[in-house]
């Protein structure tokens, strides 16, 4: 079974709105993180924000803020005004927490091209 | 301070050759990673390294192999180049806290082609 999923290969937006990229996960460990990555054309993997299972409240970074729903197991990426620049493909990613393995695994969905217009 | 550094940036194999894509940080970090990321596929693990002179497979390790003789620097194979090893390659680094919320830093990647 998918441990991440990505539904949207592509989004549009215009510039300066909000867009949300959809992310959900599976796993049945109560300890994880879920992160989202940004890749701009240029090819790099840039991290953006960071969701632990036990956070109590959803992680913002700026113009990025992480729609934590547990209970639909769900991490969306919102970002906010978007800008030229955020352009790219952007990646969600998990880490469960098991101690058993000593390793813990990064996961990661197969990624949600943006493209924002003028 | 540089991050993680790849070497090359880009490669073109003929099947049957052999190349050695060198990954180095300068952040003093215990784990090391490397990964291939194709169309439609996201990043798979191939191999990874918790520390200097350990190694061990990721999910995709065939056809590859990975050495870490000193911390900073980790090293990916490929004995045999085949043409389903055309790929991007990324090195990443992160700190050894046991920890879910330990963040992996990524180089720029090496687009590799193996015709």
């Known amino acids: 079974a998918q441990k991440i999923t990505q539904t949207q290969p592509g989004m549009f937006v215009q510039e300066k709105e909000a867009v949300t990229l959809d992310c959900t996960y599976d796993?049945?460990?109560?300890?994880?993180?879920l992160f989202w990555y940004k890749q701009p054309s240029s090819g790099e993997m840039i991290f953006l924000i960071y969701q632990g299972s036990y956070d109590q409240q959803n992680a913002t970074e700026g113009r990025y803020s992480l729609n934590f729903q547990k209970a639909r197991k769900s991490a969306n990426l919102v970002i906010s005004a978007s800008q030229l620049g955020d352009s790219a493909m952007y990646f969600c990613?998990?880490?469960?927490?098991?101690?058993?393995?000593?390793?813990?695994?990064?996961?990661f969905g197969t990624g949600t091209r943006l493209l924002v217009s003028p | 301070n540089a991050g993680v550094t790849q070497t090359p940036k880009f490669r073109v194999l003929k099947t049957g050759q052999s190349m050695t894509l060198l990954c180095a940080q300068d952040?003093?970090?215990?784990?090391m990673y490397w990964y291939r990321q194709d169309p439609g596929m996201g990043l798979r693990l191939i191999h990874y390294?918790?520390?200097?002179?350990?190694?061990a497979k990721g999910e995709v390790p065939d056809g590859y192999n990975v050495s870490r003789l000193k911390k900073q620097n980790f090293l990916l194979g490929l004995e045999s180049a085949a043409p389903s090893q055309t790929s991007v390659y990324f090195c990443a680094s992160s700190y050894e806290r046991r920890s879910v919320s330990e963040t992996q830093y990524f180089g720029p990647g090496t687009r590799l082609l193996v015709l």
């Open positions: 990613a998990m880490r469960e927490g098991s101690m058993n393995t000593g390793f813990q695994k990064l996961v």
């Open positions: 796993t049945s460990d109560p300890s994880y993180g």
């Open positions: 952040m003093n970090h215990e784990y």
């Open positions: 390294s918790v520390g200097e002179g350990t190694t």
